[in-house]
């Protein structure tokens, strides 16, 4: 899966078409702010990035995914599909342990219940381009691929790619995949 976030008022469809010759099959486009023009494009899917529960619960059914930032009220949230990027977290490491933004309480909550369906972990390889220090970042994106084949819950590799600078080949995510030792769907 190809993750594109588009800015407001930015045109998407250029972006769209280098994806597609970058390989990538399932592309995603997800928008930072809500707007009547965002429309799902023809061989896309869309979604929202929401920052509150009320935007959650209100923009469900104009679009396909719904991503939220690392907190745990989205972990409990029937609406929220997926969680963005836990590893961006500005906390320091211990000595011992990583502060990689997920727990084991946090991915329990990402399982299929009764009440909420299954949520998936997305992180971003944008994360890495942008990161001061990448070998802090690779280590918490390790534990957390580890930790969510444990707990059994999806974990995603995607360029979340902010500009089409940013955008990778889908072999380089697979080749990051299978680095943090991840099966990885194109």
């Not at 399982?111 to 381009?129: E, F, M, V, W, Y």
Request: proline share 4%.
């Amino acid at each position: 899966m190809e993750l594109l976030i588009i800015k407001p008022g930015e045109n998407a469809q250029p972006r769209i078409e280098i994806a597609r010759g970058l390989g990538h099959k399932e592309i995603v486009v997800l928008y930072t702010k809500h707007d009547k023009r965002n429309g799902k494009m023809t061989g896309t899917k869309s979604a929202i990035l929401v920052t509150t529960m009320n935007q959650a619960k209100s923009l469900k059914k104009s679009y396909d995914f719904i991503f939220a930032p690392c907190k745990r009220e989205f972990f409990e949230s029937k609406f929220v599909d997926s969680i963005l990027e836990p590893e961006d977290q500005k906390r320091l490491d211990f000595i011992h342990h990583r502060n990689s933004g997920l727990n084991q309480v946090l991915l329990k909550l990402c399982q299929p219940t009764a009440k909420r369906p299954a949520k998936r972990i997305i992180t971003t390889t944008s994360l890495l381009l942008h990161a001061k220090s990448p070998a802090t970042l690779i280590g918490r994106m390790m534990q957390n691929a580890k930790w969510s084949k444990k707990y059994k819950v999806n974990y995603l590799v995607t360029s979340g790619a902010r500009t089409k600078w940013e955008q990778r080949d889908a072999e380089s995510i697979k080749a990051l995949s299978r680095i943090l030792n991840i099966g990885h769907k194109a």
